[in-house]
């Protein structure tokens, strides 16, 4: 049988509190009571949206350890992604990630809205909205070869703040 997506991730952190505190205050995670009684030095995460027993595990590995190197000097993950179901929540996103000094880049792959950020212990990560099927056309498309910076207001205009992405469970009609 074919894999068919990603369930969770889990990713180990300096202080699973402050971990913990990030991902639930800007991107909307919620705890998950899943942690053995008396175990300390875990969390685990549930998307706002989503229907996963959890979607993100931190294990604290204590203050002495190091930011992240990944893709710098050392191999690694480059980055977790996220997908958002409307552009309207995609700007809701960057709002936070720029309250918390953590939004690192912005880009547009044509068919996916893309902004990169970095959680406390320098592990990047995406959140991105995608072209729905039914409004790509040859030329978007085509600007998958490519990255521009993205201009969030230009593309909420083109194709509506609140227009559900590819992989939404709402339907338009």
Known sequence: MPITRLNHA??????VNRSVAFYSDVLGFRRVDMTPEGFTGAAFLQAAGSSNDHDLGL??????A???QAGRVTVGLY???WEVDTLAELDAVRE????????VGASDHSTSKSLYGRD????????????PAKLLDEATLAGRKGIRPLDLEQ???????TTPGASSAVDPA
């Open 66 to 68: 190091g930011a992240s």
């Open 96 to 103: 936070r990630l720029v309250a918390a000094g953590a939004l």
């Open 155 to 161: 593309e909420k205009r083109r194709y509506g703040a």
């Open 120 to 131: 406390p212990d320098g592990i990047e990560f995406e959140v991105a909205w995608f072209v």
């Open 59 to 64: 294990f604290e590995i204590g203050a002495q």
């Open 10 to 15: 889990v990713l180990y952190v300096r202080d």
């Open 79 to 81: 980055h977790l992604a």
